[in-house]
T-cell receptor, first 116, second 115 residues
Framework: AQSVTQPDIHITVSEGASLELRCNYSYGATPYLFWYVQSPGQGLQLLLKYFSGDTLVQGIKGFEAEFKRSQSSFNLRKPSVHWSDAAEYFCAVDRASNFGNEKLTFGTGTRLTIIP | AAGVIQSPRHLIKEKRETATLKCYPIPRHDTVYWYQQGPGQDPQFLISFYEKMQSDKGSIPDRFSAQQFSDYHSELNMSSLELGDSALYFC??????????????FGPGTRLTVL
């Protein structure tokens, strides 16, 4: 069964500092990986996704993530965070089937706090 | 651009009552997913429908049922509500045409509070 681990429950960074949120996955085949962001009381917004090809994926809001098969990781990065980046971040894995889409399996999330 | 619509946005019910949550997918999307997110928890997959047929089932209690209608909207019916059912319920939609990893677009969620 597929699973996702986000080791950091809560991260605090200063505005303007760089950010890296960790995500490790467990899946036998090539995974399809996603990062979602959730602001308080809001829905989930897709930041970026990895299917295949280039292992460095660019997303919205200046985020990027790198797929490393050898480490089973898909860490999210941003060179300089803004106060508006404060939110909950979820890593998720999906697997394809002949039927089409499958359910997303989410990690437990990392809460990002930005300090001035 | 049109997004996933969920109604109601907030719902308060008593224990043992029944609730119905509705989801209207993005136009032309034929796949709908339901997720439950408890307080401080990650979203947990409940059930999904593709072309009006159940395509996958997760940790959905027997007290819950769902269906997808001919216009592709979906309803999640919850009976004999329990305090533990209090959560944020998300609906997501996608274009399920056997393309792996198709993006699921999430609605804003329905916050259900059971008293």
């Amino acid at each position: 069964a597929q699973s996702v681990t986000q080791p950091d429950i809560h991260i605090t960074v200063s505005e303007g500092a760089s950010l890296e949120l960790r995500c490790n996955y467990s899946y036998g085949a090539t995974p399809y990986l996603f990062w979602y962001v959730q602001s308080p009381g809001q829905g989930l917004q897709l930041l970026l996704k990895y299917f295949s090809g280039d292992t460095l994926v660019q997303g919205i809001k200046g985020f990027e993530a790198e797929f490393k098969r050898s480490q089973s990781s898909f860490n999210l990065r941003k060179p300089s965070v803004h106060w508006s980046d404060a939110a909950e971040y979820f890593c998720a894995v999906d697997r394809a089937s002949n039927f089409g889409n499958e359910k997303l399996t989410f990690g437990t999330g990392t809460r990002l706090t930005i300090i001035p | 651009a049109a997004g996933v619509i969920q109604s109601p946005r907030h719902l308060i019910k008593e224990k043992r009552e029944t609730a119905t949550l509705k989801c209207y997918p993005i136009p032309r999307h034929d796949t709908v997913y339901w997720y439950q997110q408890g307080p401080g928890q990650d979203p947990q997959f409940l059930i999904s429908f593709y072309e009006k047929m159940q395509s996958d089932k997760g940790s959905i209690p027997d007290r819950f049922s769902a269906q997808q209608f001919s216009d592709y909207h979906s309803e999640l019916n919850m009976s004999s509500l329990e305090l533990g059912d209090s959560a944020l319920y998300f609906c997501a939609s996608s274009l399920g045409v056997n393309l792996p990893g198709n993006e699921q677009f999430f609605g804003p969620g329905t916050r259900l509070t059971v008293l």
